[in-house]
T-cell receptor, first 116, second 113 residues
Framework: DAGVTQSPTHLIKTRGQQVTLRCSPK?????VSWYQQALGQGPQFIFQYYEEEERQRGNFPDRFSGHQFPNYSSELNVNALLLGDSALYLC???????????????FGDGTRLSIL | DQQVKQNSPSLSVQEGRISILNCDYTNSMFDYFLWYKKYPAEGPTFLISISSIKDKNEDGRFTVFLNKSAKHLSLHIVPSQPGDSAVYFC????????????FGKGTSLLVTP
């Protein structure tokens, strides 16, 4: 049973470019969340998708956007990249349902994004 | 503003002894608390959780204690093993674990033989 998978593993971009990160949730999970983890910090919540809609959003600018597909997979898009966007981007999935649940979120291994 | 705080960046414990990792939170609306373990180059792995209606939850060698009045929780690992060496993150949610998690900065645990 595959867990949460993310691609690519590493990515190098330059300032001003745009990037798309991808996530496939664990089998049976319908809710996908994205987190940003800067060096030496804990993961910070970006947003969550359920039923192809953004259900919750953290304190991130509009340059960060996402999408969820009918098969529950998800993409994170970041426009106009800044040096400060360099971080590990983590995707997490859970069997949330309409009200969420107390099932813990399962994380992928992340995409390491470096901005030059 | 950091709503979940892990004030000890690192902890070193001998194999076989108890490891105690602490976490404080400021938001009284938090209702569900989790601990995750993270090895280098891997994503966080869920360890154990507790809801605000309980003050203790056990799972094998891992026990989480919650003191709501003090807004404090702790993770006890007994006995500690070298394979437990990792970064431990405390996380909290105002609803349930399926919603946005607020994480602390983590505590790096080293268990020495």
């Amino acid at each position: 049973d595959a867990g949460v998978t993310q691609s690519p593993t590493h990515l190098i971009k330059t300032r001003g470019q745009q990037v798309t990160l991808r996530c496939s949730p664990k089998s049976g999970h319908d809710t996908v969340s994205w987190y940003q983890q800067a060096l030496g910090q804990g993961p910070q919540f970006i947003f969550q998708y359920y039923e192809e809609e953004e259900r919750q959003r953290g304190n991130f600018p509009d340059r960060f956007s996402g999408h969820q597909f009918p098969n529950y997979s998800s993409e994170l898009n970041v426009n106009a990249l800044l040096l400060g966007d360099s971080a590990l981007y983590l995707c997490a999935s859970s069997p949330g349902g309409p009200r969420g649940s107390n099932q813990p979120q399962h994380f992928g291994d992340g995409t390491r994004l470096s901005i030059l | 503003d950091q709503q979940v705080k892990q004030n000890s960046p690192s902890l070193s414990v001998q194999e076989g002894r108890i490891s105690i990792l602490n976490c404080d939170y400021t938001n009284s609306m938090f209702d569900y608390f989790l601990w995750y373990k993270k090895y280098p180059a891997e994503g966080p792995t869920f360890l154990i959780s507790i809801s605000s209606i309980k003050d203790k939850n056990e799972d094998g060698r891992f026990t989480v204690f919650l003191n709501k009045s003090a807004k404090h929780l702790s993770l006890h690992i007994v006995p500690s093993q070298p394979g437990d060496s990792a970064v431990y993150f405390c996380a909290a949610s105002p609803r349930n674990s399926g919603y946005a998690l607020n994480f602390g900065k983590g505590t790096s645990l080293l268990v020495t033989p």
